[in-house]
């Protein structure tokens, strides 16, 4: 969530997504979706609907697609067909209808949503590079990690494989159970370690 490569292979499933845009959440209906940048998703994008029951053919299933102008921020529920303008605000637990066209710089809020403000953003100063290098940098610090819980894996191996008796017939079964227990235990302390180590503890107030 939130790096270029999940960026990356919705742009590949048919989604006009630019590079730049903040995604944390899943989108589905890959081809009906257009998020321009520096946009941010915090709710699933979903473009389809249950529309009537018919007693002889049984639901029907409607497609409309969406759209996310540049800098938006979509914290809410938005429906198909919806048109989001340049700069508006989704906020969390509203829902836009179907086919809703929301201003450009509005805030949205409710269920149904209703504008409640129409005050014009700022340009923000940052660089789209800025928002794939952080993406970036995420991807890395994942790297890390999976690598120093492979190595903590490899390790837990190394210490009982060979002590282990390999003819008993359960060897293997107590093997793989001390491995799930040492890997828990050993990643849980880790964590644990990097957060006092690169976070300390936090006071309220602005902080960098």
């Known amino acids: 969530m939130d790096t270029p490569l999940i960026n990356l292979f919705y742009f590949l499933m048919g989604a006009k997504i630019h590079s730049t845009i903040s995604l944390e959440s899943f989108v589905r209906e890959f081809d009906l979706v257009e998020i321009k940048e520096r946009a941010s998703i915090h709710h699933p994008i979903k473009c389809r609907k249950f ?15 969406i759209s996310v102008g540049k800098r938006s921020a979509v914290k809410g529920m938005i429906s198909p067909g919806v048109s989001v303008g340049k700069g508006a605000s989704i906020e969390r637990l509203s829902v836009v209808p179907e086919g809703g066209q929301v ?9 149904p949503g209703f504008i409640i403000d129409m005050v014009k953003q700022t340009e923000e100063t940052s660089s789209d590079r800025q928002y794939v290098a952080v993406g970036f940098l995420k991807l890395l610090w994942l790297a890390f990690e999976l690598y120093l819980f492979f190595g903590f894996t490899f390790l837990g191996q190394y210490l009982w494989l060979s ?39 936090r006071k309220p107030g602005r902080a960098n």
């Open 103 to 111: 201003p450009e710089e509005s805030q949205v809020v409710g269920n």
């Open 51 to 65: 529309g009537e029951w018919h007693d002889n053919k049984g639901p029907s299933l409607r497609f409309r697609s």
């Open 163 to 201: 002590k282990l008796p390999q003819s008993w017939r359960y060897a293997p079964v107590l093997n793989w159970s001390l491995l799930i227990l040492w890997f828990n235990f050993i990643s849980i302390g880790t964590s644990i370690v990097i957060k006092w180590t690169f976070i300390g503890k």
